[in-house]
């Protein structure tokens, strides 16, 4: 068992208290957070979910350090990052973070290897080969680490952008839509990869997702609706978070 996975059920990875973000001044003033609190369990695999507009980029955003509060607090592990500077922001967010978005966002000059590697180098920090060597057999890129990203199909660039987040073996990675521009069949094996990763190496994982089907493959689904929290689901499955979204009107 890893470092990771002896802390299960044990610790919170990630807290927010009474979170609140507005866009805009005046009348245009959106109050897209509106005194969130919510708590992430280390070595579980959450999923952020809700009609459109409820807040779901936005809570990610502040619960990453990749925007700010108003007021309320964020804190990862012992760190409160609401107080940090950019600078210790920024470190921390290199150093104790992983990023999947979307659009892979990974370099198309550089390898697969060296696009998962990157991260590390920039801190300084030395790769351990054995985990490194783990988590490229469990996404299964062996044989696609000298490929550039054009030379990769989508789920596979996404499977190098999961590795990238993973090799540092940060406190908790942040899935912004992680399957948004996968097919079903590339979708699933992300997600697979995702959730063994909490299963098998006590990973934390936090995503953001429209798909009834995505959130089922987490522990636990977090609801949100008009910048508040809305409910949660524990063991969910398509049904059930389905159900609880028509219920929101989404
Ligand atoms: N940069 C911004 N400037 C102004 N308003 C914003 C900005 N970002 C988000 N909002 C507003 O804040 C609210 C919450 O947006 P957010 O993107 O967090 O919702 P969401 O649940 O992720 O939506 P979606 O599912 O459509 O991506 C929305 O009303 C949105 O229009």
Request: proline fraction near 3%; aromatic fraction near 4%.
């Amino acid at each position: 068992m890893s470092a990771l996975a002896s802390d299960v059920g044990t610790r919170t990875a990630v807290a927010a208290r009474d979170l609140v973000k507005v866009y805009g001044k005046g009348d245009t003033a959106v109050r897209a957070l509106d005194g969130v609190g919510v708590a992430f369990a280390a070595g579980q695999f959450t999923a952020i979910m809700g009609p459109s507009g409820s807040g779901k980029s936005t809570l990610m955003h502040c619960l990453a350090g990749l925007d700010t509060v108003d007021s309320g607090s964020v804190h990862i592990g012992q760190s409160e990052i609401t107080r940090l500077s950019d600078r210790d922001l920024t470190k921390l967010r290199r150093d104790r973070v992983g990023f999947v978005f979307q659009a892979f966002n990974l370099l198309t000059t550089l390898t697969a290897e060296q696009n998962i590697l990157l991260g590390l180098e920039l801190a300084g920090r030395k790769p351990d080969q054995v985990w490194f060597d783990t988590i490229v057999d469990t996404v299964g890129l062996r044989d696609r680490l000298r490929h550039k990203p054009t030379e990769l199909s989508g789920g596979q660039q996404q499977r190098v952008a999961c590795a990238r987040a993973l090799v540092s073996k940060p406190e908790v990675v942040f899935a912004d839509e992680p399957t948004g521009n996968l097919d079903s069949r590339s979708g699933a094996e992300v997600l697979d990869f995702l959730r063994m990763s909490v299963r098998k190496f006590g990973q934390t994982v936090i995503m953001v997702t429209h798909d009834p089907v995505a959130a089922s493959y987490a522990d636990r689904v977090v609801l949100m609706a008009d910048g508040h929290l809305a409910g949660e689901i524990a063991n969910p499955t398509a049904d059930s978070v389905l159900a609880a979204l028509r219920h929101l009107g989404a």
